[in-house]
Nanobody, 123 residues
Framework: QVQLQESGPGLVKPSQTLSLTCTVSGGSITTAYNTWNWMRQPPGKGLEWVGAILYDGSPYYTSSFKSRTSISRDTSKNQFSLHLTSVTPEDTAVYYC???????????????WGQGTQVTVSS
C-alpha cells in the first residue's frame, strides 16, 4: 500500500512562494508509469488539479497554473514537491498529493491520496 504525506508551511504571505513536499512510502516514485499529482480544494469549491510529475521526472502543469507552478522531485528521498509562486488569498486551499489520478471524471479518482494539508495565504 502506497502512502503519501504532505508537509510544508500552513501560512504563506501574499506574493511569496508556496512550497509543499510529498513524502512517499510503500512504493517508489520512479516506478514505471506512475504519476504523482498535486490537487487542491479551495474553501467552498471543488477539487482542482494543479499538476503532476511522471515516473520519469517529466512535469505536467495544467493551464490554470502553468505560469506559476513548478513540480520537482528528489528520488533519493522518494519525495516530490510543489512550488507555487506569487500567491494570493485565492490560493488558500487544502492541498493534496496523490498517485495515479483520473482527472477526466468527477469527482477526481486517484489510487492513493495524502491526508491533505491546509495552506492559508494571508498577511
Amino acid at each position: 500500500q502506497v502512502q503519501l504525506q504532505e508537509s510544508g508551511p500552513g501560512l504563506v504571505k501574499p506574493s511569496q512562494t508556496l512550497s509543499l513536499t510529498c513524502t512517499v512510502s510503500g512504493g517508489s516514485i520512479t516506478t514505471a508509469y506512475n504519476t504523482w499529482n498535486w490537487m487542491r480544494q479551495p474553501p467552498g469549491k471543488g477539487l482542482e488539479w494543479v499538476g503532476a510529475i511522471l515516473y520519469d521526472g517529466s512535469p505536467y502543469y495544467t493551464s490554470s497554473f502553468k505560469s506559476r507552478t513548478s513540480i520537482s522531485r528528489d528520488t533519493s528521498k522518494n519525495q516530490f514537491s510543489l512550488h507555487l509562486t506569487s500567491v494570493t488569498p485565492e490560493d488558500t486551499a487544502v492541498y493534496y498529493c496523490a498517485r495515479d489520478c483520473n482527472t477526466g471524471v468527477s469527482p477526481v479518482q486517484c489510487d492513493d491520496w495524502g491526508q491533505g494539508t491546509q495552506v492559508t495565504v494571508s498577511s
